[in-house]
T-cell receptor, first 110, second 115 residues
């Protein structure tokens, strides 16, 4: 079973920041938060991951709460190409297998 | 990021035939590869984990004799759907994890249609 809870869908206006929440209240100290997305009919794409600190890369920012029970993926300037299903996943690290939940279907509105 | 390819990208076959899908890591060596299937509008479901040179580990409910997995080299894993039936029609996706690094890289998927 997936260890995370995400809203099933969200809308965001093009050009605005998309903030995708994820609850992982049972996360343990050695587990990482990973985000992947899947654009229709393609394989999942890695976005970002983090343990405790906030992380940023060229695609997105990841904000993890101090108690680590939730996190938010931020796409700073959403475009139509960001329309996809976004998956928040908790992993113990490289030896853990990815179990996908239902994710959040993000619709970018023109 | 690292590149994972799948071949073919789509295949149509007759019921009762077997279909082989290849998954390759193009620019890195993958000690572990994973196979998933995905039905329309559903999430990805992990089928099995394969480590190079050893037998695959199948998830509960996945028939190992139906879905044969071979991981003979550090850059290639194959999934063979034996005696395919229409209910096997699905989107099959592989992923690979390298010797170093934490990320898994996913292939583009193979759409199988069994008539």
């Amino acid at each position: 079973d997936a260890k995370t809870t995400q809203p099933p869908s969200m809308d965001c206006a093009e050009g605005r920041a998309a903030n995708l929440p994820c609850n992982h209240s049972t996360i343990s100290g050695n587990e990482y938060v990973y985000w992947y997305r899947q654009i229709h009919s393609q394989g999942p794409q890695y976005i970002i991951h983090g343990l405790k600190n906030n992380e940023t890369n060229e695609m997105a920012s990841l904000i993890i709460t101090e108690d680590r029970k939730s996190s938010t993926l931020i796409l700073p300037h959403a475009t139509l190409r960001d329309t996809a299903v976004y998956y928040c996943i908790v992993l113990q690290g490289r030896d853990d297998k990815i179990i996908f939940g239902k994710g959040t279907r993000l619709h970018i509105l023109p | 990021g690292a590149v994972v390819s799948q071949h073919p990208s789509r295949v149509i076959c007759k019921s009762g035939t077997s279909v082989k899908i290849e998954c390759r890591s193009l620019d890195f060596q993958a000690t572990t590869m994973f196979w998933y299937r995905q039905f329309p509008k559903k999430s990805l479901m992990l089928m099995a984990t394969s480590n190079e040179g050893s037998k695959a580990t199948y998830e509960q409910g996945v028939e190992k004799d139906k879905f044969l997995i071979n991981h003979a080299s550090l850059t290639l894993s194959t999934l063979t759907v034996t005696s395919a039936h229409p209910e096997d029609s699905s989107f099959y996706i592989c992923s690979a994890r390298g010797l170093a690094g934490d990320e898994q890289f996913f292939g583009p998927g193979t759409r199988l249609t069994v008539l």
